[in-house]
């Protein structure tokens, strides 16, 4: 199945997602940018998956339009490169977290962000139009192909790319900065697993990190993609060994982050991202934040320990980055993605992330787990039960009905396909929303301030859930 959704294109390569596919959605997108703007720059970017090369040449030939391709490069430099080089848009070649056999598309407006989701909707509905047709039909009619029209220029500036992406991320700190994490000696274990983040030691290096890589060959894939648990349990024993401070662990394009302390322990999005914004509110930046609702209550604390502005938002990066538009705010995210959103950044960036921790780190003078240990105690569960799609309103809506019933506060984000909230008291609440990325699947999240009561209430949710789906077969 071809995942289509306002995060963009994913399919498995060869079966899925082909060339056929990457020609029709280049054209869509192209055809959406020249509504705009007359004769469009476009940015084209990958991860390392062994299909990219070949998907970023087929969206070249296709494309009648001037490109700047930068080749290898985490999400958040392609996204940096459309605003860095004045390009009208951008496409990342990425399947993100997906398994290597995986690949897709974002699409991205001028300032580097995706899409919002009514204009990735117009061009999924563009793509629909011709995705049955022959090629020799939609080159006929569609494609600059069919009217021997040549592309203007191909510039390649991947070179220029790194060297100002990585400038860039190194601005967020000052000399002093510089020289507090030189004299910390802090001893970071990097794991990209051959994808885009193996940058991260270049950029790390500069700023005065000892940083130890392992798997940094690119496009050799030595664990899952998705860096969790699982996956990046062997990092403790490597952390130990060198005597390091943490270890870090990205996905395929660098967005996501993970790290581990010693002991083995994962420390979770929700808390890097609560520990950011303490950072950041604590030197006076503007006291706005923007997360999704299933955001975990960290978050809420430590805004309202700042008296900041907490708005929450439907899930989706694109739906976080337009909240930070709106309201000015200079840091967002989804706390369960591990990467961090830092205006003037329109991504998440696990790079820029663990970056800023390690400051945090060296600023304090103490170790990572001392700093959390000073942090309200939150515990979040995560569950996903199997649905039939045909029955999603009237199961969403049973939902509502339910927890009313209960008179307990709820709320609602992106209306009937969105997030719906409930929450159980102050420090709790219950999360349910279908996936827009994996079909069939709803997702049910349980949050609160005690780790048994966190499984009390996600169990309870469940049984609720389940029932209801029954009722509603």
């Given at each position: 199945?071809?995942?289509?959704?306002?995060?963009?294109?994913?399919?498995?390569?060869?079966?899925?997602?082909?060339?056929?596919?990457?020609?029709?959605?280049?054209?869509?997108?192209?055809s959406f940018l020249r509504k705009k703007y007359k004769a469009p720059v476009i940015v084209i970017g990958t991860d390392t998956r062994p299909s990219s090369e070949l998907l970023k040449n087929t969206l070249i030939e296709a494309i009648n339009t001037d490109i700047i391709d930068i080749g290898i490069a985490p999400t958040a430099a392609v996204e940096f490169a459309v605003r860095n080089f004045k390009a009208n848009g951008g496409i990342i070649i990425t399947a993100s977290h997906n398994e290597p056999y995986w690949n897709g598309f974002k699409f991205l407006n001028k300032d580097g962000s995706i899409l919002k989701e009514k204009d990735m909707d117009k061009i999924?509905?563009?793509?629909?139009?011709?995705?049955?047709?022959?090629?020799?039909?939609?080159?006929?009619?569609?494609?600059?192909?069919?009217?021997?029209?040549?592309?203007?220029?191909?510039?390649?500036?991947?070179?220029e790319l790194i060297k100002a992406y990585s400038d860039f991320i190194?601005?967020?700190?000052?000399?002093?900065?510089?020289?507090?994490?030189?004299?910390?000696?802090?001893?970071?274990?990097?794991?990209?697993?051959?994808?885009?983040?193996i940058i991260?030691?270049?950029?790390?290096?500069?700023?005065?990190?000892?940083?130890?890589?392992?798997?940094?060959?690119?496009?050799?894939?030595?664990r899952k993609v998705e860096p969790d648990e699982d996956s990046l349990f062997y990092l403790g024993n490597i952390i130990r060994e060198n005597n390091a401070d943490i270890g870090a662990g990205f996905?395929?394009?660098?967005?996501?982050?993970?790290?581990?302390?010693?002991?083995?322990?994962?420390?979770?999005?929700?808390?890097?991202?609560?520990?950011?914004?303490?950072?950041?509110?604590?030197?006076?930046?503007?006291?706005?934040?923007?997360?999704?609702?299933?955001?975990?209550?960290?978050?809420?604390?430590?805004?309202?320990?700042?008296?900041?502005?907490?708005?929450?938002?439907?899930?989706?990066?694109t739906n976080v980055i337009e909240g930070m538009k709106k309201h000015k705010a200079v840091i967002g995210g989804e706390g369960s993605s591990g990467g961090v959103i830092i205006e003037p950044s329109k991504c998440r960036d696990g790079i820029l992330t663990l970056l800023i921790v390690i400051k945090i780190i060296a600023d304090k003078k103490a170790k990572l787990k001392e700093i959390l240990n000073d942090y309200p105690q939150y515990y979040t569960s995560a569950k996903k039960i199997?649905?039939?799609?045909?029955?999603?309103?009237?199961?969403?809506?049973?939902?509502e009905k339910y927890y009313s019933g209960k008179n307990k506060k709820t709320a609602k984000t992106g209306g009937i396909k969105g997030g719906f909230k409930v929450y159980i008291d102050n420090n709790s609440f219950v999360w349910f929303r279908a996936s827009k990325t994996e079909p069939n699947i709803f997702r049910i999240i349980a949050d609160s301030d005690k780790k048994e009561k966190t499984e009390k209430l996600l169990k309870e949710a469940a049984e609720v859930f389940n029932n209801i789906k029954i009722n509603n077969q």
């Open positions: 199945m071809l995942v289509e959704s306002f995060s963009g294109i994913r399919g498995i390569f060869g079966e899925t997602l082909t060339e056929e596919v990457a020609e029709k959605y280049a054209y869509c997108y192209v999924i509905e563009e793509y629909q139009k011709v995705k049955n047709m022959s090629l020799d039909d939609f080159f006929a009619k569609y494609s600059y192909k069919g009217k021997k029209i040549k592309i203007k220029k191909i510039i390649r500036k991947h070179d190194l601005k967020f700190l000052d000399k002093q900065d510089i020289q507090k994490i030189k004299n910390s000696k802090i001893k970071v274990i990097l794991d990209p697993n051959g994808g885009t983040g991260a030691k270049y950029i790390l290096e500069k700023a005065g990190v000892e940083a130890i890589g392992i798997n940094m060959n690119c496009s050799i894939f030595n996905d395929c394009d660098a967005d996501r982050l993970q790290m581990m302390l010693p002991n083995n322990q994962l420390v979770s999005g929700h808390y890097l991202l609560a520990l950011i914004a303490n950072e950041m509110f604590r030197q006076g930046k503007k006291k706005v934040i923007v997360t999704n609702d299933a955001t975990s209550g960290i978050v809420k604390k430590v805004a309202e320990k700042h008296k900041a502005k907490l708005i929450e938002v439907e899930v989706g990066e199997e649905f039939k799609q045909e029955n999603h309103d009237k199961i969403k809506e049973s939902l």
